[in-house]
């Protein structure tokens, strides 16, 4: 019969795409691997995948045995986590995807509160934007992913703190002396913005007051817009949270309207996170709480 590592190594194996960054998940060499899933093929007596230089794709067969696989282990995982809650532990390793936002506050204050309290939790760290955690929660990379509102419908969302929207420029432009600004003082500003997938909401809030901005240049890293604006070379409208280590001569200015984005923690519908990841959002919740950016 099977075994649950050879269903493991099988489900890596596709997520990954390849057989070394499959052993390196797993901590197996390459050799494991394809032994695995060889004797995996063997004992079903199905072709399930498909070799070739680049990458590894499934078989009609193995599309359908990867299915089964698959939801065999998501029963495992909701197994394992039963009985860590009757055992009421607090260990284990816990993957969460990560937006580059929160990394620069909320996140060291919750792993340095992990590291004294919950030594038993590994957590790993996987960095991305919303495109990328929402795809690695779906197919199970991650356990839990930090994201902003509107999420997809496959997904529950715990709120964690709202992020204000402000705009910035330089020292020297010509609305640096206004007190508050308005969105159509920016109609016809150079822009610098965030790539979509790293931001979605200032382009949701300009469509919204149909304001089609001069976008001059787009950006996936923030503290490459933050330096190109201290240059003068545009304007932006960024999270507040991105500005904890901002340049000291960059002009942050609010808007006469408030506006924000909701940053929480999703996981997959129909999933059941462990003790620990469960825990690691109730951290994130009360240390919000007296998140810089709240103050």
């Not at 060889?38 to 990867?66: A, C, H, Q, W």
């Not at 010509?174 to 790293?198: C, F, G, V, Y």
Request: proline share 4%; glycine share 4%.
């Amino acid at each position: 019969m099977p075994t649950l590592a050879q269903y493991i190594a099988l489900h890596t194996l596709i997520e990954t795409g390849n057989f070394t960054e499959t052993g390196l998940k797993l901590n197996l060499t390459q050799s494991s691997i394809t032994h695995a899933m060889n004797n995996l093929e063997k004992e079903l007596d199905l072709s399930l995948i498909i070799r070739n230089r680049n990458n590894v794709i499934l078989t009609s067969n193995g599309k359908m045995v990867y299915d089964h696989v698959s939801k065999i282990l998501q029963e495992q995982q909701k197994l394992d986590n039963t009985v860590a809650n009757l055992k009421k532990l607090i260990s284990g390793t816990i993957t969460v995807g990560v937006l580059p936002s929160v990394s620069l506050v909320l996140l060291p204050k919750v792993l340095s509160y992990f590291e004294q309290h919950y030594p038993d939790v590994t957590i790993q760290l996987k960095e991305g934007d919303y495109d990328q955690i929402e795809n690695w929660l779906q197919h199970g990379v991650v356990d839990i992913g930090f994201l902003a509102k509107p999420v997809s419908e496959n997904l529950i969302f715990d709120f964690i703190f709202e992020d204000q929207l402000l705009c910035i420029m330089a020292k020297d432009h010509p609305l640096a002396s206004e007190e508050h600004l308005t969105l159509n003082q920016l109609q016809d500003e150079r822009w610098i913005m965030p790539k979509q997938n790293i931001d979605r909401d200032v382009l949701r809030i300009l469509s919204k007051h149909k304001i089609i901005p001069n976008i001059v240049y787009e950006l996936s890293v923030d503290q490459a817009i933050l330096t190109m604006v201290t240059e003068n070379l545009g304007v932006s409208i960024v999270p507040k949270s991105i500005l904890h280590h901002a340049p000291a001569d960059l002009i942050q200015k609010n808007f006469t309207e408030h506006y924000a984005r909701t940053v929480g923690i999703a996981h997959k519908r129909n999933t059941y996170p462990s003790p620990a990841a469960m825990k690691f959002v109730e951290t994130c919740e009360k240390l919000a709480e007296n998140f810089p950016i709240n103050n």
